[in-house]
């Protein structure tokens, strides 16, 4: 493969291959397994080439939606359209899943943010203390 060649880690490939041989619909194998090089290869390739048809088919579907974004949707729909329609609900799921994560992370986040943690009596008491410090300094201030 030349350096310029698109390609997956590896080792990210190495890992979802035993991932899926291990927690699949297959009795996990009690002995270790290990994969050539080469095979490695050829499913990073295999991924590459889906990931750009999927890609090229959901661009299309967009550009005829006169959108300039690549939504969720163009993909579950071009997945659809290129004969995997039977993974619809495992991707719409998948995304309402992920939406459900980013929502309560971002709203974690926000009451982080504006909480840090505390009660709103504890804020209100840190903000009277604040005022009192402001003011404080701006009579020190004054009185020079």
Do not use: Y
């Amino acid at each position: 493969m030349s350096e310029t060649e698109e390609t997956l880690p590896r080792a990210t490939v190495q890992k979802i291959i035993k991932e899926i041989l291990m927690n699949g619909e297959n009795e996990p194998s009690t002995k270790e397994f290990s994969c050539a090089k080469e095979t490695v290869d050829i499913l990073s390739t295999a991924c590459l080439e889906f990931i750009k048809m999927i890609s090229m088919q959901s661009n299309e579907i967009c550009e005829k939606d006169k959108k300039k974004t690549i939504a969720p949707e163009h993909a579950i729909q071009a997945i659809s359209t290129l004969g995997w329609e039977q993974h619809e609900k495992d991707l719409k799921d998948t995304w309402e899943n992920s939406r459900e994560v980013t929502k309560a992370i971002q709203e974690r986040s926000h009451a982080s943010r504006h909480t840090a943690g505390m009660s709103e009596a504890e804020l209100l008491a840190a903000q009277e203390q604040l005022f009192a410090a402001s003011r404080a300094r701006f009579d020190a201030s004054g009185q020079q």
